[in-house]
C-alpha cells in the first residue's frame, strides 16, 4: 500500500476510535429536508430594530462540550481530499465511518451532502462547502483577496454559563464595520464540514452583542445584518420566522456557537 494511502487509512481508523470514545458530535441534529437553503438559521432569525440595549430574546443557545474534542475538529486537507464528498458516492462513504445504509445517521449526511450539492443559491450569493481547515481559508481569501485583512467573529461564552438560559437581555452592542463578510455554518456530518457563503450584491452590517441570561449565562454573539433582501425567495424561512415579504425590512441573524463570521473589516477592530 502507498505510504499516503496507508496515513490516511490508520488517521481515519483514529478517527473513528476517537468518535467511539467522545459519542456522536452530530446525535442532536435534526434533519431539515425542506428547508430552501443549508445556510439555516432557524430561531436566530432577528429584526433589524431588534439589535439594541435592553432588548430581550428568547432563544436557547447549544453550548459546545469541549470534552468531545473531535465534534468540531476539521481533518487534515490530506486526509479531506481523499473522501469522496458526493452524494453518489455515499455508499462508498459509510463503510469509512462504520454508518449503516439507510440508518438516521446516513440519512442526516444524505441531506448535507444534498444541500452542498444542490441547495437554492440567492442573487448574487456565492457559496462553498469546505471540508478542511485549508479549504475554508482559501474560499476567504479568495473573496476577499487578501488573508492579512481577514478576521473572524464567533459565538463566545463565559466559562460559568451552562447553556440553562431561556431568555437573554441585550446590554451591550458594538458595530464592526466592514467591507466584505462571509459566514461558515457548521453543516452535520461525521466529520467537520462548514457551509460558507457570500452574498456580493447587498450591504451587510455585522454587530458584535453581549447578552445575559435569565439563569445567569454570558455570551458575546456576532450579529450579520443582509439590508437588502428584495431579490431573495419569499419562501426563504427568514420570512417564515420574522414575518415580512422581501425588501420590507432587513433580515439577521446571531451565530450560534460553533459558526464563523469572517469580516474584511473597513478599520481596524
Request: net charge negative.
Amino acid at each position: 500500500m502507498a505510504p499516503h494511502k496507508m496515513f490516511v487509512l490508520l488517521y481515519l481508523v483514529f478517527f473513528k476510535c476517537g468518535l467511539m470514545v467522545h459519542g456522536d458530535p452530530h446525535q442532536n441534529i435534526q434533519l431539515n429536508p425542506s428547508s430552501s437553503s443549508h445556510m439555516s438559521h432557524g430561531s436566530l432569525f432577528i429584526r433589524f430594530d431588534e439589535i439594541h440595549v435592553g432588548k430581550i430574546i428568547k432563544t436557547k443557545f447549544d453550548f459546545l462540550d469541549p470534552s468531545k474534542s473531535s465534534a468540531h475538529h476539521f481533518l487534515p486537507r490530506e486526509v479531506a481530499d481523499s473522501i469522496p464528498f458526493s452524494s453518489s458516492e455515499l455508499p462508498n462513504i459509510l463503510p469509512l465511518f462504520s454508518i449503516p445504509q439507510g440508518s438516521r445517521k446516513s440519512m442526516v449526511m444524505e441531506d448535507t451532502l444534498f444541500n452542498c450539492e444542490h441547495g437554492v443559491i440567492l442573487e448574487g450569493e456565492i457559496r462553498t462547502c469546505a471540508t478542511s481547515l485549508e479549504s475554508m481559508l482559501d474560499f476567504v481569501s479568495g473573496l476577499f483577496g487578501s488573508r492579512d485583512a481577514i478576521r473572524v467573529l464567533t459565538n463566545t461564552h463565559e466559562p460559568t454559563s451552562r447553556g440553562t438560559s431561556d431568555e437573554y437581555v441585550t446590554v451591550e452592542v458594538e458595530e464592526i464595520p466592514v467591507l466584505k463578510m462571509i459566514g461558515c455554518h457548521l453543516m452535520p456530518y461525521p466529520y467537520t464540514i462548514y457551509g460558507c457563503h457570500h452574498l456580493s450584491n447587498t450591504k451587510t452590517k455585522v454587530f458584535r452583542v453581549s447578552v445575559e441570561g435569565n439563569e445567569g449565562d454570558q455570551v458575546k454573539i456576532p450579529v450579520v445584518c443582509h439590508m437588502n433582501t428584495s431579490t431573495w425567495d419569499p419562501n426563504h424561512e427568514a420570512f417564515q420566522t420574522l414575518n415580512f415579504k422581501p425588501g420590507a425590512a432587513p433580515v439577521c441573524h446571531m451565530f450560534p456557537e460553533g459558526d464563523l463570521a469572517w469580516i474584511q473589516p473597513s478599520k481596524s477592530v
